[in-house]
């Protein structure tokens, strides 16, 4: 199946909460869109990889994903060296995405940035005809990273207000990963209210940037080319 838009994330749950919104956005807008985890997240503190599995699935059902898959890398140990690109590059042949959209090139997680330079070479070496995969060359034409953790500054914005509050129903589907006051699981990062409310709080901020009232930062390692200026979002804040 030929994918417009794929997602790489180093763990379930990373594509909701960097990109969720736009995901939900470009299906609303008829885009196929999937995405591809690289690992089962067994290294979390809380859940277990089966959980996170059955959340990741019912995710994919309330973004609208066209295909979730997951490659089952080592969490925690994945390498971006040949065994691992050619798992990734087998993906990007598979889905022939035009769009790729991949982990914080750095990140609190350093699964996330190593995950964004798998990403990265993965996306280039697929478009070389002699990888041999049994599948036919495949570049994706660009790439852009979501953000994460870290506030990094974005170069770019989308608008994603009409979709903020199915994003986090999304994100919310990993119910054991997120704040729940009923659960009896070690308190993390990730799990405190105090998280919540960072997400909530950078979605405003960069929804501010532009004018709007939620917005999901990217960043690329290129130069942004607009076919002409009228998709652009006005701000006049
Ligand atoms: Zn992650």
Redesign the pocket.
Known sequence: MKLDILVL???P??AELGCGGTILKHVAMGHKVGVVDFTRGELGTRGTPETREKEANDSAKILGLSVRENLGLPDGFFINGKEHQLEVVKAIRKYQPDVVLANARYDR?P??GRGSDLAFEACFLSGLSKISTGQAPWRPKVMYHYI?SQLLTPDFVVDVSAFWEKKIEAVRAFRTQFYDPNSKEPDTFISSPAFMKLLESRGHEFGHAIGVKYGEGFLSKKSIGLKELGALVLNET
Do not use: I, R, V, Y
């Open positions: 994330a180093a763990h749950d990373d997680h699964d996330h994460q």
